[in-house]
């Protein structure tokens, strides 16, 4: 089995690694750690909870002077909530490099409070793209001139929210050309051009096809039409989850759902951009601290955000930016844990469902009752309507109608009633006929097409 001894790396770092219970590389650490070692710049597409924050924060410190009080290395994240991820995965290595100064400038915390203590530099600085630039470039708080690495994490994300303004403005001022390393849960081809002038690196760890890790299995629940609430409270007595995140796309609902599980008792809290910033940051220590079974949120948990130990990930709705799915997803099944991803939807509701199954999602199917989710053996396909009327309904109870109005008569003649009831019999039997005939007349044209490729 791999270790990280077989990379180049200190002893000290290993020592360091297997003291904090990091005994084997993951396969994108295997693939990054050497080759950022030999400070390549590099792209990298990886499977959230695959262990990319250590594939880069190993080689960045192995390279970091610890003996140079200078910036040598700066990690730019797309929101404070990843900054500051990051940051308590770096912060530790401190511990066993002595000099080794950790810090994190993100709008969580005033600007005078990052500016303080700056007289001694950190080697490594991790932040928001912001507040980087207002320190960094406004102030001229740091000289940026040793900066060996710069990492991009989440790349897409820093896209999609315009911050490549304020990246362009960090990486003009550094001035020598660094080491890039890029890590983004998609590369379409608009990020790959904005990228262009950072990195000519070819080299693209790819964690796979599957957008989140392989362990997630991958369900879409039919709850009818009993409603999200009501069919959130079933499916949560039926399958006690050890540690789920409710995900809804619209805050209100995130926090109807929390009130309603709220009254019922359930150890759960919620997480969304109704919170304050304090109380974000109280909240996920909570969950990190294991302190809830249900955390019910918005999207602004499905990015990158490590929570340890989720089982279960429910989606009572799918975002309209569907990529988020893959994000909500990737929650579970994280470090090679098993997870499940179960999608809620009813009939009048399969688009995103749809698309995602064409994108390759690999789903199966339930159905939610009062007290059981059973496996449905249809699922999107459309569920055949039994209809109850025969082919010829119409016309034969015309030609019977008809035949009853020729033979009314006042008079009641003997055997009246049972010739006329004869006479509706045959007109049955004939209509009978001619259904069977047409249903033998489908059946050989099916044939038919089947047997000439029609199908
Ligand atoms: P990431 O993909 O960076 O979000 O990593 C997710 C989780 O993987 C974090 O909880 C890390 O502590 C954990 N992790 C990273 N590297 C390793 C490793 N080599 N062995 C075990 N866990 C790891």
Redo the contacts with the bound molecule.
């Keep these: 089995m791999a270790s990280?001894s077989a990379f180049n790396l200190s002893e000290r770092m290993v020592s360091a690694?297997n003291k904090m219970?990091?005994?084997?590389?993951?396969p994108?650490?295997s693939s990054i750690i050497p080759r950022a070692l030999r400070g390549e710049s590099l792209l990298c597409q990886?499977p959230?909870?695959?262990?990319?924050?250590?594939?880069y924060l190993i080689p960045i410190i192995e390279r970091i002077d610890v003996n140079l009080p200078r910036l040598q290395a700066l990690v730019v994240c797309p929101s404070r909530e990843l900054a500051r991820?990051v940051y308590e995965?770096a912060k530790p290595f401190e511990k066993y490099y002595q000099r080794l100064k950790v810090r994190l400038f993100t709008s969580e915390e005033d600007k005078s409070n990052n500016q303080a203590g700056l007289t001694s530099a950190p080697q490594l600085l991790i932040g928001t793209p912001g507040r980087l630039k207002d320190i960094l470039i406004d102030e001229y708080a740091l000289d940026l001139h040793g900066i060996k690495t710069l990492v991009l994490d989440e790349a897409d994300m820093l896209m999609e929210y315009g911050y490549f303004d304020d990246v362009d403005a960090i990486y003009t001022h550094i001035g020598s050309t660094p080491q890039v390393l890029v890590f983004s849960a998609t590369l379409q081809q608009g990020l790959k051009q904005q990228l262009a002038k950072y990195i000519e690196s070819d080299f693209l760890f790819s964690g796979g096809e599957d957008k989140t890790s392989g362990d997630v299995s991958h369900h879409l629940v039919d709850i009818k039409h009993v409603g999200n609430e009501a069919a959130l409270k079933n499916f949560l007595k039926i399958r006690n989850p050890y540690l789920c995140l409710v995900f809804a796309s619209k805050k209100a609902d995130v926090r109807a759902i929390y009130e309603s599980l709220r009254q019922d008792d359930y150890a759960v809290t919620m997480y969304s951009g109704d919170l304050e910033t304090r109380e974000r940051r109280a909240t996920l220590k909570k969950i990190k601290e294991n302190r809830y079974q249900i955390i019910v949120c918005s999207d602004l948990l499905s990015r990158?955000i490590?929570i340890?130990d989720v089982t279960d990930v429910i989606s009572i709705d799918l975002p309209s930016e569907l990529e988020y799915y893959y994000h909500r997803a990737g929650r579970s099944g994280?470090?090679g844990k098993k997870g499940d991803s179960w999608v809620f939807y009813n009939a009048d509701n399969t688009k995103r469902a749809k698309l995602l199954l064409e994108q390759g999602v690999k789903f199966d199917y339930y159905t939610l009752g009062k007290d059981e989710l059973s496996v449905d053996p249809v699922g999107l396909a459309k569920k055949k309507k039994y209809t109850t009327k025969k082919p010829f309904e119409g016309e034969e109870a015309t030609e019977i109608k008809k035949l009853k109005a020729r033979n009314k008569t006042d008079k009641v003649k003997p055997a009246y009633k049972k010739k006329l009831n004869w006479e509706v019999e045959r007109v049955k039997n004939k209509y009978r006929r001619k259904a069977i005939q047409k249903s033998v007349n489908r059946a050989k044209a099916r044939k038919y097409s089947k047997e000439n490729g029609d199908e």
């Design positions: 990280f690694l219970g990091y005994q084997e590389p993951s994108v650490q990886s959230t909870g695959s262990g990319k924050t250590h594939s991820q995965f990158g490590d340890q994280r470090f």
